[in-house]
Nanobody
Framework: QVRLVESGGGLVQAGGSLRLSCAAS????????MGWFRRAPGKEREFVAA????????YYSDSMKGRFTISRDSAKNTVYLQMNSLKPEDTAVYYC?????????????????WGQGTQVTVSS
């Protein structure tokens, strides 16, 4: 298991931007596909975006496509989520997740390691 620590959440007005970061403790960061999920108040956790081992393949939930960008920096053992054009309905706790994979694909489920989450609040 890899330890994950998110940061970068906060309060932003609708239309604004935030960049979330997730630092991984494990030295074999490049062996993990990474993902972001979120849980809004009163709702179940939902998939946001994921990125492959190499960082060359990404996948987004339809509602985030075009507004959110996931990326990774293997030198820093960090994955990012750039969020633009934020809406009040994006308000949620955002979680970083890692999945050990052995090929360069983008998983959307089966993540075994999770961070503690970071709160994002978008005001109207």
């Amino acid at each position: 298991q890899v330890r994950l620590v998110e940061s970068g959440g906060g309060l932003v007005q609708a239309g604004g931007s935030l960049r979330l970061s997730c630092a991984a403790s494990e030295g074999t960061f490049s062996s993990y596909a990474m993902g972001w999920f979120r849980r809004a108040p009163g709702k179940e956790r939902e998939f946001v975006a994921a990125i492959s081992l190499s960082g060359t393949k990404t996948y987004y939930s339809d509602s985030m496509k075009g507004r959110f960008t996931i990326s990774r920096d293997s030198a820093k053992n960090t994955v990012y989520l750039q969020m633009n054009s934020l809406k009040p309905e994006d308000t949620a706790v955002y979680y970083c997740a890692a999945k050990r994979t052995y090929s360069d694909y983008v998983p959307i489920a089966g993540f075994g390691s999770w961070g503690q989450g970071t709160q994002v609040t978008v005001s109207s």
